[in-house]
């Protein structure tokens, strides 16, 4: 099944650096989904974007969905400890079924402190 | 409120055997769907529901059946267990299609 591109696949920063993330899609998508995963737990939405050239914010973590409709962008400022997880995109395609998300593969964040 | 809940939150099969992983949720929400994740390839749909009644099948639906029988509770089952089904398991739900999900903690499968 289809799957988003998501890079990078890891990342091993130290603590106050910021990180940049991204999904990419050969499709154009009307929703823009950013997840983030901790050990054994499930995935907690950190960004909902719904409009081509959104840029949103929570706290730290800025997100921007695109112009082309076919990427979106996840921004985190001076990463701290706990900021280490599982960073997912996840997207609704434009003429898709809108009851179905699909996601990216995922990048690792590790931050030495 | 306690959000989506999933029960059990480890569990160990034999080939063969059946079994239910429990979901359910408290927000009152009308869509929930199962996905299964696997190393390296993120998040799949196997299946989801619209609504008390109301399932349909997602990205990867075999060996798994679901029903939806009051909007709080959506069950997923293993009809006879075989070791590529070994994943993390992970219920969500949203009040409807288009808005953000919620996901559970998830089911660590193992199949021998």
């Known amino acids: 099944g289809q799957q988003l591109n998501q890079s990078p696949q890891s990342m091993f920063i130290q603590e106050g650096e910021d990180v940049s993330m991204n999904c990419t899609s050969s499709?154009?998508?009307?929703?823009w989904l950013w997840y983030k995963q901790d050990p054994g737990e499930g995935p907690v939405l950190l960004i909902a974007?719904?409009?081509?050239?959104e840029l949103t914010s929570n706290g730290r973590l800025t997100a921007q969905f695109g112009i082309t409709r076919k990427d979106s962008f996840l921004n985190i400022s001076a990463s701290i400890p706990s900021d280490v997880g599982i960073y997912f995109c996840?997207?609704?395609?434009?003429?898709?079924?809108?009851?179905?998300?699909?996601f990216g593969t995922g990048t690792l964040l590790a931050v030495q402190p | 409120n306690a959000g989506v809940t999933q029960t059990p939150k480890f569990q160990v099969l034999k080939t063969g055997q059946s079994m239910t992983l429990q979901c359910a949720q408290d927000?009152?929400?009308?869509?929930m769907s199962w996905y299964r994740q696997d190393p390296g390839m993120g998040l799949r749909l196997i299946h989801y529901?619209?609504?008390?009644?109301?399932?349909d099948q997602g990205e990867v639906p075999n060996g798994y059946n679901v029903s939806r029988s009051t909007t709080e509770d959506f069950p997923l089952r293993l009809l006879s267990a075989a070791p590529s089904q070994t994943s993390v398991y992970f219920c969500?739900?949203?009040?409807?299609?288009?808005?953000?999900?919620?996901f559970g903690p998830g089911t660590r499968l193992t199949v021998t």
């Open positions: 499709s154009i998508f009307n929703t």
């Open positions: 969500a739900s949203s009040r409807d299609p288009t808005y953000e999900q919620y």
């Open positions: 996840a997207g609704r395609r434009y003429g898709g079924a809108t009851n179905k998300l699909i």
């Open positions: 927000m009152n929400h009308e869509y």
């Open positions: 974007l719904y409009k081509a050239g």
């Open positions: 529901s619209v609504g008390a009644g109301i399932t």
